[in-house]
Structures are given as structure tokens and as C-alpha cells.
């Protein structure tokens, strides 16, 4: 599979870069992963990655991951299904993940305490509330930061990549470590190559000149910003160079295998993220949105989003597993907060951080586990309270990174990446 | 490539150019000159006399400096100012003609007198028509019902005659009529789905800095706002009625025309349903807890317009001064700029306080509160940062890097390069399509907008190799690029000429030495003088200098 994307082929236009080790801005990138073709050989991921399955809105855990078949006011109208893991049951509308249960753990007692979706959002990916002084790294972020720059400078994909959506920022780290954003998983990559008519030698002149002006201005200690822009550049230049871009090509996977995956944007973008993680791409955000139901959920979820989702995230997990990726591949199901047990007056069921679930597997943990338990309506969490910085400890662990990790923010404040818990030990 | 010493005599470089070109190198090579370095030192020294003595701005930042023992970097040169002054107003970079009458001006007022003139062009009021139309409607393209280019263009008016702040905040939150004839009305027309909802929140967070969204489901965790204080502010806006009016065109087919808004008198209150699923009535009452009537005998918009405009005029004012603050310095002395509240305190409070008493005692006079700012030595401090104070992001002890806005980037390459007179095609879905890219709508009931395209790869892909780039510097007629050189031809200037011209085009500055003696290096390494030419200028939209406002 690897040995087709990085097939030299294609090259020519792109063999600018061959000439670029001699230019200030310039990354050698031709002799490129050594480590990653013998990685492809032997069909083992070595790296660990990340794959984020983001529910933008708000998705319903009521009627997901943790049903409530007995309770009158709150049960709605699905019922769950037995799936692969023992005694695990799941929504009937997600029949494809149900055979992966096995695979992976549901949190079902998550406290999250932010019910703005703003705040829920920045929560959810930061691990931390947003507050006016500093600016917080995502997780993708931060993993990019540890683990990615890991990967040697010859690798020429970002380390954090999201896809039908912006994911979140990376705060103090830095642009570079900001993820791509695909706007589109089905169309090509905007911009790639430099336009008619300007040449290996033309880009090559343009990119010295270039070195030149930044260097200048960058030297003015004019701050981060500065920087960063020299930074973003350098790996943009690198990207544009190197034959890594063949993973954000889907026309390479067979069409049944597309069908499976479904042929939307978040099932095409799963099976985007699959390639990327399986080119050495450390953390893939994939976002399905419109979650934020306040009316109407059941024929909402029934009808569209449910399916979209099960196709997405079924095939996904059977991939990465088939392929022999799941072990350092973790996926995480969440979204900026669940929805209220109650179903409201308009069918719908409204913002809900208190009491709701969450998705993750893979990456060294065990399968089939439930955590924690809400009562019979779903409301209160009536055993083991996980809060959002438990996920981030457990994240963090599975991606075998130092619990301890401490960063300086740019005022001189230590911020923990975890701050004041543990990895969810069920998990481990 | 290892930048040279190499004198600034015409070079076998330029001769190689000259040929090319057509153009003489005479004598006055260097008349249009740039300061060699020398000469840019004691010019920036005459500069750091010139501007505006300390303002009580000034005084009370010293103070919280001395406390935190930061020093502050010293005041930025001529170009420097220049630059961030056109971005800040006007919304795009200066072209050449206003960088060299400018830089070339021996006149110690000249920097009052460049925002004085500013202030009275007519970008700086198209300007703060798309600003505000922005925080007032949002980037996302807005429904049939929403008339962006009018609400704009009442701004645009409003400014330009000068209105008061507090006028304007009464006219958009009581606009009523046609949102054709009467712009402002496309504000509360924007936001009406869903009862008001964010009508109610936008109204509070845009004019005095409170964010209650939160309130509408529970009570603030962490301020005072409780649940029914969101649906007693949302119970002035029941009975506001929006309806399409149609008209009959040429062939006599019925055509939409615009939108008519008015307030029907009825009896007011919102329903809401608590936590415990009871149901809420909330009458009209303003977040101090004022009740009025309910009854159909009062416009109620008029009496929150009112509320908001006169009874809270403070927070009102603090509330602007915050955000155009925060506009001009990157930061506000609330930041972020629209979340006032004990859970968020300022940096500054007696300087936001006196700011704001400042504005009301203008009456909430808009281009004074950017005249008083822009003379303040603190806004005029270079963004290079000393060891002293490069640690400092909250004290404002120098400036800081802005990252343009889409709408800024876009209007400055355009300012740069004049890409779009070599474009062709439909002007406003090319602005339009290309500012497209930068913003990603979330489809949730906070209507929330995300821009965060700045300074990511995808960025730096169309900034490479995107089209307007392309065109911008692609030799086509119309351009920039192409009409220097052929002028230069035309009137045998020599090729350094061009180069100045470049570096005032893109950075709204003078190269120095260093940098054409890179230029010149170039142009004699390379016969194709033209193509040096255009790639100096790739490189220069490219950089770092460009894309920030510093």
C-alpha cells in the first residue's frame, strides 16, 4: 500500500526540490522515509497516531451509546443491540460499529461542565475551559508537537490534519503545528503546485528570495508570529515537494471499498484519515456535524446521521483493525457535549454537558469496556465521574507520552498537558 | 543565497536589465533613492521627536509597567507607522503614491496629519461599513432577507457624517422599514430565527460586552445572569415582524423586492422551559431588572434601544472603546473583546474607565476615540520587541503583530499588485469567492464563525500558486507589474528604479542597502530580468512583512 504512495512517479513537476538543499529555505526531502517504506513493507505501523471522530453540534449520547429502553420521559424511540462486545449494547441505527465493539470502550459518565458550543469545543480539545491569558494547544496539537517532529525533518505531511472542518488551534505551539485543514476530501488539494510557467529553477529563485525577506523582518525579534510564518512556509514548500501528497488521493482505493466507507464527506474523509495515519500522519480530525438537534431528533438521527455515521466509523475501525494499525492507532468518538435526557417540546433534546458519553479504542487500550453509568432517566452520573482531563490523561498515555509533561506559555506560566488526572485505569 | 557588499553603482546586472528593457541608466540611478542605512538612522531619530507628546494613555501604561518592571521598546520609524495606520483605517496597505508622499514629507505634525487625513478618506469609512457590517451580520453569506451591501452602506454614511456611537446603536437595535431603504434594519433582520434567540445575544454581546447566550438554557455558572434575564431581554423583541414585499417587473412577472420590518403591538413575554422542564414566563425587563410595560401601548425595541443607549451608556461606551482598542493593539484591555463580567477582568481598569468617560464626553465621537488612540505613544511603539519586554503579551508595552483579516490581506494584494485589472471577469464574486476560503460557518445555534485560515499551509498554498497570485505577478496588462515596467521603459528608468518601486508597492517602505544589493545580485546572475523581477515581487507578497500588520 505505502509503496504506491511514495511511488516516484509524477516526480518531474515536482523535482524542484531536488535542488533545493542548497537554498536557506530548502528541507532535503528526495531520500524521504526510509523508515516509512520499511514500515509499509512490513504492513506495521510503527508511530502512534490518533484518529478524532468530531461531532460538531452536540451529539445525542441518549440515543448512541448509552440508551435508556425503560425510562418513559426519557427513552426516546430506538432500541439497542447486542454488538461484539459482551454485554455491550448500542443504538439499533449503528449496526456496522456494533460488530467493532470489541475494539472499543465507551466512557458513559463524562462530566464536561461546558454547554456552550464554543466553550464545549475548546474544552473538549484543549482539556482545559478557555480563559483570557492564555491561549491553550489542542490535543492534536500537542501531539503533533511531541510526536510528529519525532518523525524527522524528511516528513512531508503535517502532523495534525483536519478534515471537513477546522479543528482547533495550536495556542502557544506555534502555526506549524496547527492542523491542515481538508475542506473537501473528494477534490484535490487547492494550490499544490505552483502555477504554469514558473518552473523548478523560477520557484527555486523565488523561494532563495524569499529566505532572504524572512530572515530579515524575522530577525527584528518581532515575535512568534514572525516565526511562524517562516516555519508554516518551510513545511508547506516541503509538502508541495514530496510524493506524501498521494495519501490525500482517494482514486487510489478500490470502489468498494469507498462505498463501504460511504460516499459523504465523513465517510470519505474516514477513509482519509485511514491512509494519512497509515503514511505516518500522527493525529487525523474527521468531522461529521449538525448534531445540535433541538427538534425533530429521532427522524434526524434515523434518517441521515446515524447511517453516515456507522458506515464511517464501522469501516474504519474493521480497517485499521484488518490492517494490523489499530495498535498504535487510537480513535476517539466525541463531540462538544451530549444532549439533555429530556426530550424537549419540540422533539428535540438541548445541550447536555453533565452526564454523557464518549468513544475511544485502539492505540494499546483494551475493547469492549464500559465506564461509569448514569441512572435509569440518564441523568445523573451514578458511578465513576470521568471529567474531560481523565480523557486527555487516557489519550496521552495511550499515546505513550510522559503524564508529567509540563510547557512554558509564552508569560512564563508552567501548564501541564494533564493537569490533575489520571489515565481511566479500566481502559489500560 | 550570501547577501553581498557590493556598492549600488549599476552593475553589469542592470546593464544586462537595460538592454532588456529598454531603459537608460542614467546618473540619477538612485534619484527615487532609498535611505542607505546612515541616513534611515538619523531619520528615525527626527521621527521619535515628532510624534504626539505622552497622553494620559501613556501615563497610566508607564505605571503598570513600572509595577511589572517591563521596559517599553522605543517608537516605530516613519514606514513602520505609515503601514499599520492605512491597515488599522483604511483597511489595506498604502499604495505607492501615498508610501512616498508620506515617507518624503518633511513635516514634524506628520503623523496627526496623516490619520487627521485619514480619517476623512473615504476608504476608512468603507472601511468601518465592512468592519461593522462583520461583527454586526457575520461573513457567511446571509439569506435573501439580509442586505449586507445596504447595512454596509449605511455605515458607511454613518460614519462619514460623523454620527455618534450611541446613535448609531439606537438606530440598529429600533431599525425599522425596508431593509433596502433603510440599512440598518438588515442588523435585527439577520438575526430573527428562532423567536430572536440570537437577536437577544448579539444585541447585549455587540453593544455592551455581555455574552448571556449561555442563559438561555440555565443559569450563568459563573456571573449573575440567570436564566429568565435572557428571555425577559428577548421578550422586547416579540412582536417583531418581518415581511417580503414583492413587485412587478418589466414583463410583469412578480418579483421579490425587499423586506420590510416592523414591530406589531401586542402583549409580550417569552416562554422558556427550565431546567425541570417547567415552563418559564418572562416579561420585558432590562438586565438591572427595570420592568415595562407588556401591554401593546409601547415599542418596545425603542425602549430597550434606549435602556442600552442612555441608562447603560457606560457600558456601552466601555464596550466600544474596548473593541476598537483591541482592533488597533491586537488586544483588548478586556480581552476577548466582548466578554466583560467578573469572570474576565480587565488589564487596565482606570484607563478603560477614563477612556470611556473620554467618549461620552465626546459624545461617543468615533473618530475621536481613533485620533485620541493613534497619538498616544503606545500605539505608535514599534512591534520589535527589546529582552525586556518580549515576554510582556497584556501591557501593551510594544506593538503587536496583527495577522491581516481575510478582507485586509485581499483588499492589500489588491492595493499591492492590481491583480484584478488584470483579472477580468465579475469584481465582487472574485472578493467574494476568495474570501470564501478563509471562513468556515458552524452549523449550530450560536452562529458561530471561525477565520482561523491565517498564517496555516492551506494559506501559504494560495499565497504561492493561488490564481490572483498568479495574475498579480504574471506580467499580465493591467497589472501592477506590468504597467511599472512598461512605464520604466517608456521613461528610461533605471532597473533599481523598479526595485524601490517593488519594495514601496509590497512593504510600504524603501529597500535598504543589503537588500539591493541582493537585487542587484540577482538581476546579474540571471538574464531574464523581467522574471527577477516578478519573483522579487512573489517574494516580497510572500513574506513575513507582508502578511502581518506590525
Not at chain 1, 495550536?170 to 506549524?176: D, I, Q, Y
Not at chain 1, 422533539?347 to 441512572?375: A, L
Amino acid at each position: 500500500m505505502l509503496d504506491r504512495l511514495i511511488t516516484p512517479s509524477g516526480m518531474t513537476r515536482r523535482h524542484f526540490m531536488g535542488h533545493m538543499a542548497t537554498t536557506a529555505m530548502a528541507l532535503p526531502a528526495m531520500q524521504l522515509l526510509s523508515a516509512m517504506n520499511a514500515q509499509a513493507q512490513t504492513g506495521k505501523k510503527t508511530n502512534k497516531s490518533l484518529i478524532l471522530l468530531w461531532m460538531g453540534g452536540g451529539p445525542s449520547h441518549m440515543d448512541t451509546w448509552d440508551l435508556k429502553p425503560e425510562s418513559e420521559k426519557n427513552g426516546g424511540e430506538f432500541k439497542p443491540i447486542q454488538t461484539s462486545a459482551p454485554g455491550v449494547m448500542i443504538s439499533e441505527h449503528l449496526p456496522m460499529v456494533a460488530q467493532q465493539m470489541k475494539h472499543l470502550n465507551i466512557v458513559r459518565s463524562l462530566n464536561s461542565k461546558e454547554g456552550n458550543h464554543d466553550r464545549g469545543t475548546y474544552m473538549m480539545h484543549t482539556g482545559y475551559a478557555p480563559n483570557p491569558t492564555v491561549v491553550h494547544p489542542s490535543f492534536g496539537s500537542v501531539l503533533s508537537y511531541e510526536l510528529g517532529d519525532k518523525l524527522g525533518k524528511e516528513f512531508a505531511l503535517p502532523h495534525a490534519i483536519a478534515i471537513n472542518g477546522p479543528g482547533e488551534g495550536p495556542g502557544f505551539l506555534g502555526m506549524t503545528h496547527a492542523p491542515f485543514m481538508v475542506q473537501n476530501p473528494t477534490a484535490p488539494i487547492a494550490n499544490l503546485l505552483p502555477p504554469a510557467g514558473v518552473d523548478d529553477d523560477r520557484m527555486n529563485r523565488r523561494l532563495r528570495m524569499l529566505a532572504l525577506a524572512e530572515n530579515s523582518f524575522g530577525a527584528q525579534k518581532r515575535g512568534q508570529g514572525a516565526a511562524d510564518h517562516k516555519a508554516v512556509y518551510e513545511k508547506t514548500v516541503k509538502m508541495m515537494s514530496g510524493p506524501y501528497t498521494k495519501a490525500f488521493k482517494l482514486d487510489d482505493e478500490p470502489a468498494a471499498l469507498r462505498d463501504k466507507y460511504g460516499r459523504n464527506s465523513f465517510g470519505q474523509g474516514c477513509l482519509m484519515a485511514r491512509r494519512l495515519v497509515e503514511a505516518g500522519v500522527t493525529y487525523v480530525e474527521v468531522s461529521l456535524g449538525g448534531w445540535d438537534m433541538h427538534a425533530d431528533i429521532f427522524n434526524a438521527l434515523s434518517k441521515n446521521k446515524l447511517p453516515e455515521l456507522d458506515k464511517g466509523m464501522g469501516s474504519l475501525v474493521e480497517d485499521l483493525a484488518q490492517r494490523g494499525l489499530l495498535d498504535n492507532t487510537m480513535v476517539v468518538w466525541m463531540g462538544e457535549f451530549g444532549r439533555t435526557p429530556r426530550i424537549n417540546q419540540n422533539g428535540g433534546r438541548d445541550h447536555w454537558p453533565r452526564s454523557w458519553s464518549v468513544v475511544m479504542g485502539g492505540g494499546g487500550m483494551k475493547g469492549g469496556q464500559v465506564v461509569g453509568k448514569t441512572d435509569k432517566d440518564g441523568v445523573e452520573v451514578v458511578d465513576r465521574e470521568v471529567g474531560v482531563m481523565d480523557l486527555v490523561a487516557s489519550m496521552t498515555k495511550g499515546m505513550g507520552i510522559n503524564l508529567s509533561t509540563e510547557y512554558t506559555t509564552p508569560r512564563g506560566r508552567p501548564l501541564k498537558i494533564v493537569d490533575g488526572a489520571q489515565p481511566i485505569s479500566e481502559l489500560f | 543565497m550570501k547577501a553581498t557588499s557590493r556598492r549600488l553603482a549599476p552593475s553589469r546586472g542592470l546593464w544586462t536589465l537595460t538592454a532588456i528593457l529598454g531603459l537608460a541608466v542614467a546618473a540619477t540611478a538612485m534619484a527615487a533613492g532609498p535611505d542607505d542605512s546612515a541616513k534611515a538612522k538619523t531619520k528615525a531619530k527626527k521621527d521619535v521627536a515628532a510624534v504626539a507628546k505622552t497622553s494620559y494613555i501613556d501615563e497610566m501604561l508607564q505605571d503598570s509597567w513600572k509595577s511589572s518592571k517591563v521596559k517599553s521598546s522605543p517608537l516605530s520609524a516613519d514606514a513602520e507607522f505609515l503601514r499599520r495606520v492605512y491597515l488599522d483605517l483604511c483597511g489595506r496597505i498604502p499604495n505607492v503614491q501615498e508610501a512616498t508622499a508620506f515617507l518624503e514629507m518633511k513635516d514634524s505634525g506628520k503623523r496627526a496629519k496623516l490619520v487627521e487625513y485619514l480619517l476623512a478618506h473615504p476608504d476608512f469609512a468603507k472601511n468601518f461599513g465592512n468592519e461593522w457590517s462583520i461583527i454586526l451580520v457575520g461573513r457567511k453569506p446571509a439569506g435573501r432577507d439580509v442586505d449586507k451591501g445596504a447595512l454596509s452602506s449605511w455605515l458607511r454614511k454613518q460614519i462619514t457624517a460623523n454620527r455618534p456611537w450611541n446613535e448609531m446603536a439606537y438606530e440598529l437595535i429600533t431599525a425599522k422599514g425596508s431593509n433596502k431603504d433603510n440599512g440598518a434594519v438588515n442588523y435585527p433582520m439577520s438575526h430573527l430565527e428562532d423567536g430572536a434567540v440570537n437577536l437577544t445575544s448579539f444585541t447585549t454581546r455587540i453593544f455592551l460586552g455581555q455574552q448571556i447566550q449561555c442563559t438561555q438554557c440555565h443559569d450563568h455558572p459563573s456571573n449573575n445572569w440567570k436564566q429568565a434575564d435572557f428571555w425577559s431581554i428577548n421578550a422586547f423583541f416579540k412582536g417583531v415582524k418581518s415581511e417580503r414585499v414583492m413587485k412587478t417587473d418589466a414583463v410583469g412577472a412578480e418579483v421579490y423586492d425587499h423586506t420590510e420590518l416592523s414591530d406589531e403591538p401586542s402583549n409580550a413575554y417569552s416562554k422558556y422551559e427550565k431546567r425541570n422542564a417547567v415552563v418559564g414566563i418572562a416579561f420585558p425587563t432590562y438586565l438591572d431588572g427595570t420592568k415595562i410595560s407588556q401591554n401593546a401601548d409601547v415599542d418596545r425595541r425603542e425602549v430597550l434601544g434606549k435602556f442600552i443607549t442612555e441608562k447603560d451608556q457606560k457600558q456601552l461606551a466601555r464596550a466600544f472603546v474596548n473593541r476598537v482598542w483591541g482592533r488597533l493593539f491586537g488586544r483588548g484591555i478586556v480581552h476577548t473583546v466582548d466578554d466583560f463580567g467578573d469572570h474576565n477582568k480587565p488589564s487596565h481598569p482606570e484607563l478603560l474607565e477614563k477612556m470611556a468617560e473620554d467618549f461620552i464626553a465626546s459624545k461617543f465621537d468615533v473618530k475621536n476615540l481613533y485620533r485620541t488612540i493613534m497619538a498616544s505613544q503606545a500605539y505608535q511603539l514599534t512591534s520589535a520587541m527589546l529582552k525586556e519586554n518580549e515576554k510582556d503579551e497584556t501591557l501593551f508595552s510594544h506593538q503587536s503583530l496583527k495577522p491581516m483579516t481575510p478582507e485586509q490581506l485581499f483588499d492589500s494584494l489588491l492595493t499591492a499588485t492590481s491583480a484584478h485589472k488584470a483579472a477580468g471577469g465579475n469584481f465582487d464574486q472574485i472578493r467574494n469567492q476568495w474570501l470564501g476560503q478563509f471562513t468556515v460557518t458552524f452549523a449550530n445555534d450560536e452562529e458561530g464563525e471561525n477565520s482561523n485560515f491565517q498564517g496555516t499551509i492551506p494559506q501559504a498554498l494560495m499565497m504561492m500558486n493561488g490564481d490572483l497570485m498568479s495574475k498579480a505577478t504574471g506580467g499580465k496588462a493591467g497589472s501592477f507589474l506590468h504597467d511599472t515596467l512598461d512605464k520604466s521603459r517608456a521613461q528610461r528608468k533605471p532597473a533599481l528604479f523598479i526595485v524601490n518601486r517593488l519594495y514601496l508597492a509590497a512593504l510600504g517602505r524603501y529597500p535598504n542597502s543589503k537588500e539591493l544589493n541582493n537585487a542587484s545580485a540577482f538581476l546579474e546572475m540571471n538574464p531574464d530580468s523581467i522574471g527577477v523581477l516578478e519573483d522579487l515581487f512573489w517574494s516580497l507578497l510572500n513574506c513575513n512583512e507582508f502578511v502581518l500588520n506590525h
